[in-house]
Nanobody, 124 residues
Framework: QVQLVESGGGLVQAGGSLRLSCAASGRTFRSFAMGWFRQVPGKEREYVAAISRGGGVTYYADSMKGRFTISRDNAKNTVSLQMTSLKPEDTAVYYC?????????????????WGQGTQVTVSS
């Protein structure tokens, strides 16, 4: 099992930046592909980005391309999400997730472990 704890959320003005971090503990971190998702009340959890076990492969949802960057540090057991040019519609609770499969996936149900989430609020 792996435990995930997100941090770095907060309130930011539109056009600003935030960096989210997710610290993992438990099983070997490099065994997991990692993803970031977000959710607003009343809506389904939305895929944001994902990164392969070694960090060499990354994928993004179309609306995040060019604005968000996912990265990981396997020595520190962390995965990060650098968010720039933030928009009010980026307001959500952001979750990191760990997936034991070989392929990086955007499908939330494929992920095995989830953090508790961190709130990001972007004001206009």
């Amino acid at each position: 099992q792996v435990q995930l704890v997100e941090s770095g959320g907060g309130l930011v003005q539109a056009g600003g930046s935030l960096r989210l971090s997710c610290a993992a503990s438990g099983r070997t971190f490099r065994s997991f592909a990692m993803g970031w998702f977000r959710q607003v009340p009343g809506k389904e959890r939305e895929y944001v980005a994902a990164i392969s076990r070694g960090g060499g492969v990354t994928y993004y949802a179309d609306s995040m391309k060019g604005r968000f960057t996912i990265s990981r540090d396997n020595a520190k057991n962390t995965v990060s999400l650098q968010m720039t040019s933030l928009k009010p519609e980026d307001t959500a609770v952001y979750y990191c997730a760990a997936e034991e499969g070989v392929r990086v996936t955007a499908i939330a149900t494929k992920y095995d472990y989830w953090g508790q989430g961190t709130q990001v609020t972007v004001s206009s």
